[in-house]
């Protein structure tokens, strides 16, 4: 080796070394303003969110259920609130979870590519309706429709308040539906980076092709199934504009057939308007949906690891 091809690749090597090091300074600036935005936020949750806290006082705010911010004696309880949220949250999860990692289940394994070629697009074009469209056609075709099944049932009650269709169970299905195409994507995205071999191998085994899905490929995609169920949760929780719509928005406990109110559109319906103590509660509440989402994203990240260390 002479010496112009020793100094070329030093040169070379001094050349990557540098693009690494700003690789790396590129990388470390990026994850820090990361930190620093949720740092950020949490910061100005807070700041904001605790003031009604001490002044109107924790036990009413978050137990109470009697919700009047502007009479005369104003009271701020939004326990029926928060029930709303974990309720409807919850069931719409029990619905959309489901029918997305089948769905998902269906694209990526037993759905011929013709088929999966035509509902792969309206799952994508799906993810990008804007949320109030789904709260108009919610308005417009679910509403009456549960309208018309709570007719039936109530039909001789004295005491039921009907709402028109605008209900808990209107905002379940409409939120279940919403979160079906973060589920269905991002379930998929994992089932199809499970390795080909363990199909193969679990095939070879004599296992069926059912078998091999639910028994072999999706508990090897769990890790990828759970992130899209944090996704789905997170969009379902904080999910606004659409839940206006249907809900009907009273505060009321969270039956199926009750007009409902969830932390979402408590804010969304009286920011505009709120001042003084029942703005400083509109902002509890913002802390309250926040500290939830934190609380179900680290409880599922926890589930997710211990899941991985019993592997």
Same mark, same amino acid.
């Given at each position: 080796?002479?010496?112009?091809?020793?100094f070329?690749i030093?040169?070379?090597?001094?050349?990557?070394?540098?693009?690494?090091?700003?690789a790396?300074?590129?990388f470390?600036?990026?994850?820090f303003?990361?930190?620093l935005?949720?740092?950020?936020?949490?910061?100005?949750m807070?700041?904001?969110?605790t003031?009604a806290?001490?002044?109107?006082g924790i036990?009413?705010?978050?137990?109470?259920?009697v919700?009047?911010?502007?009479?005369?004696?104003?009271?701020?309880?939004?326990?029926?609130?928060?029930?709303?949220?974990i309720?409807?949250?919850?069931?719409?999860?029990?619905?959309?979870?489901?029918?997305?990692?089948?769905?998902a289940?269906?694209?990526?394994?037993?759905?011929?590519?013709?088929?999966?070629?035509?509902?792969?697009?309206a799952?994508?074009?799906?993810?990008g309706?804007?949320s109030?469209?789904?709260?108009?056609?919610?308005?417009?075709i679910?509403?009456?429709?549960?309208y018309?099944?709570?007719?039936?049932?109530?039909k001789? $009650? =004295?005491?039921?308040?009907f709402?028109?269709? *605008?209900? @808990?169970? &209107? /905002?379940v #299905?409409? !939120?279940?539906?919403?979160i079906?195409?973060?589920?269905?994507n991002? $379930? =998929?995205?994992?089932?199809?980076?499970?390795p *080909?071999q @363990?199909? &193969? /191998?679990? #095939?070879? !085994?004599?296992?069926?092709?059912?078998?091999?899905?639910?028994?072999?490929?999706?508990?090897?995609?769990?890790?990828?199934?759970?992130?899209?169920i944090?996704?789905?949760?997170?969009?379902?929780?904080g999910?606004?504009?659409?839940?206006?719509?249907?809900s009907g928005?009273?505060?009321?406990?969270?039956?199926?057939?009750?007009?409902?109110?969830?932390l979402?559109?408590?804010?969304?319906?009286?920011?505009g308007?709120?001042?003084?103590?029942?703005?400083?509660?509109?902002?509890?509440?913002?802390?309250?949906?926040?500290v939830f989402?934190?609380?179900?994203?680290?409880?599922?990240?926890k589930?997710?690891?211990k899941g991985?260390?019993?592997?």
């Open positions: 080796m002479n010496g112009q091809e020793s070329s030093m040169r070379n090597s001094k050349t990557t070394s540098a693009i690494e090091k700003t790396q300074g590129i470390t600036l990026c994850a303003i990361a930190i935005a949720v740092a950020s936020i949490t910061v100005y807070v700041i904001n969110g003031p806290l001490f002044h109107v036990k009413e705010i978050v137990f109470g259920t919700w009047k911010p502007a009479s005369a004696e104003p009271s701020f309880g939004i326990l029926y609130v928060i029930l709303t949220s309720i409807g949250t919850a069931l719409a999860v029990l619905l959309g979870v489901p029918v997305g990692v089948l769905t289940v269906f694209l990526s394994e037993v759905a011929p590519k013709k088929l999966a070629a035509i509902v792969k697009p799952v994508e074009l799906l993810a309706i804007p109030v469209i789904y709260g108009l056609l919610g308005l417009m679910l509403n009456p429709l549960m018309k099944l709570e007719l039936a049932i109530f001789d $009650s =004295e005491t039921h308040q709402t028109g269709g *605008a209900n @808990l169970l &209107s /905002a #299905l409409v !939120l279940a539906i919403m079906l195409p973060t589920v269905i991002i $379930s =998929e995205s994992a089932i199809r980076a499970v *080909a @363990l199909k &193969s /191998a679990s #095939l070879a !085994l004599g296992a069926s092709h059912i078998q091999t899905i639910f028994q072999v490929i999706v508990p090897a995609a769990k890790s990828g199934i759970i992130t899209a944090v996704l789905g949760v997170g969009r379902a929780i999910e606004a504009m659409a839940i206006t719509l249907v928005s009273s505060v009321n406990m969270p039956l199926p057939f009750n007009s409902v109110r969830f979402t559109t408590a804010i969304v319906s009286e920011m308007y709120a001042a003084g103590t029942h703005r400083q509660v509109l902002f509890t509440i913002g802390l309250v949906l926040f989402i934190m609380i179900i994203n680290i409880s599922l990240s589930l997710l690891k991985d260390k019993e592997r």
